[in-house]
């Protein structure tokens, strides 16, 4: 595994039991060719750690419960940005609009926070205000990206293709120290609850069963089939009836007609049960 130009000491042995590791406590599964990727992303680890060879890393981490948090956090992939995937806000903002009553939302896999925050937007623009009746839960597996989400400060780069306007009355510029970040005014940040949350673990914690919304997108890619429809089962058990789904864009769930009937591109409604 081009053992001679690297750091450490990563064999096909060491990435196999990677992958077994990640798919067990995370249900991701890593492709053949994501040797590389492992080994850049784990030998940060390491080297915190200062160990020489991954062998060593594995057994640690077989006998350290804390190291499976930083493990994970090392190997999730959390690509994400503002009113990604578009249409999905379309198909959101009529809803509200079309809606009375409190709207209850679930964002599974909402990374660094980009994805609730563009729902809380949304929110706040359908309803034509800063406290709009909507209730954003927002979990991820990955602790470091909960941290970012919840303090709500990006770099302006990350906000600027929201458009000027939603910046003006979404963001505050940061100045002194702040300068080039830009934060989520304090209404839009208060619609929204962080937790940890494990899509594939046996049990979840105590969460509502009556979400009208499940955003619940590009998270499942990393999963197999069977892993996704267990994991899609779950979540529209937690759906009130009607409720929409919101899936990734590569992510199909054509074949799941006891569960979901699709609605418009990559979006569902629960089937009644
Ligand atoms: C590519 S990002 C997608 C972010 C956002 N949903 C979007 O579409 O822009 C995938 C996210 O899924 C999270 N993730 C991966 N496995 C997970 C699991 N088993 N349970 C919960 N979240 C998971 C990762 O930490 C990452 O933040």
Redesign the pocket.
Known sequence: MGNDVREFHFSQDDFNQVRNVLYKV???KLADSKDSMVYSRLARRLRALKMNRFSDYLRFLSSNEEEIEHFINGL??????FF?ENHHFDILHNHFVQTKGKQRIWC????TG??PYSIAICAAEAYGTMNPPVEIIA????SN?LATASAGVYPMPRVQGIGATRLKQFFHRGVGSNAGKARVVPELRQLITFDK????DAAWPNLPNDFDII?C???MI?FDRPTQMAVLGKLVSHLSNNGLYFA?HSESFLNASTLVKPIGKTVYRKVEA
């Open positions: 995370a249900g991701i999730t992939t959390n690509l994400t940005s990604r599974a896999a909402s990374s980009e994805e979990t991820d597996i990955d990206v949350l494990n899509l594939t955003f997108r590009n998270v990393y990734g």
